[in-house]
């Protein structure tokens, strides 16, 4: 099993550019999660999603969209690209319970800069 | 005052050490995680607990609810234990996790 796979793993935009990020889980999971990673910081949500077809705010979600056709397919886009947004992203998954905590499994990121 | 504190930021011992990250946080929670993140950058999930202690090799995890304080112990440290560990709690209700900082560890030869 491939886990979580997220694409591209590296990518340089220029300010202004749109570009499209890919999460794709092999798990059968109900929950997906988009996160960024800076210096000094911890991990921040972004956007999530408790099954196909749904999407919500995380804590940082402005700047971002994010859709959810495919149960196994979580994609965040970036419309506009500012360079507050040069960040690494996670994608991660997990099982939906309830509302019950479960481990969430991470992919191995996408580290992007906006110039 | 971020919700989820770890301490300390950054450790450095020799191998065999004993070594302990504390976690605090000041939310309701369901549950805690520990995770540890390599210098390559992947995030792997170590401990999901909600009371009393796991273990799982040379990692011993402890939470204490009532003082809202949970542990990460590595016995008989090993220079390939480096890595960041983070803690996070899941919030109470929600399937959301709040992340703490991150405790950079360092194991010297």
């Known amino acids: 099993n491939a886990g979580v796979t997220q694409t591209p793993k590296f990518r340089v935009l220029k300010t202004g550019q749109s570009m499209t990020l890919l999460c794709a889980q092999d798990m059968n999971h109900e929950y997906m999660y988009w996160y960024r990673q800076d210096p000094g910081m911890g991990l921040r949500l972004i956007h999530y999603?408790?099954?196909?077809?749904?999407?919500a705010k995380g804590e940082v979600p402005d700047g971002y969209n994010v859709s959810r056709l495919k149960k196994q397919n979580f994609l965040l886009g970036l419309e506009s690209a500012a360079p507050s947004q040069t960040s690494v992203y996670f994608c991660?998954?997990?099982?939906?319970?309830?509302?019950?905590?479960?481990?969430?499994?991470f992919g191995d990121g996408t580290r992007l800069s906006i110039l | 005052k971020n919700e989820v504190e770890q301490s300390p930021q950054n450790l450095t011992a020799q191998e065999g050490e004993f070594i302990t990250i504390n976690c605090s946080y000041s939310?309701?929670?369901?549950?805690l995680h520990w995770l540890q993140q390599h210098p390559g950058g992947g995030i792997v999930s170590l401990f999901m607990?909600?009371?009393g202690k796991k273990k799982h090799g040379r990692l011993i995890a402890t939470i204490n609810i009532q003082e809202k304080h949970s542990s990460l112990h590595i016995t008989a440290s090993h220079p390939r234990d480096s890595a960041v560990y983070i803690c996070a709690v899941g919030i109470q209700g929600a399937q959301k996790l709040v992340f703490g900082q991150g405790t950079r560890l360092t194991i010297n030869p």
């Open positions: 999603s408790v099954g196909e077809g749904t999407t």
């Open positions: 607990l909600s009371s």
């Open positions: 991660a998954s997990s099982y939906g319970s309830r509302g019950r905590n479960q481990p969430q499994h």
């Open positions: 939310v309701g929670i369901s549950a």
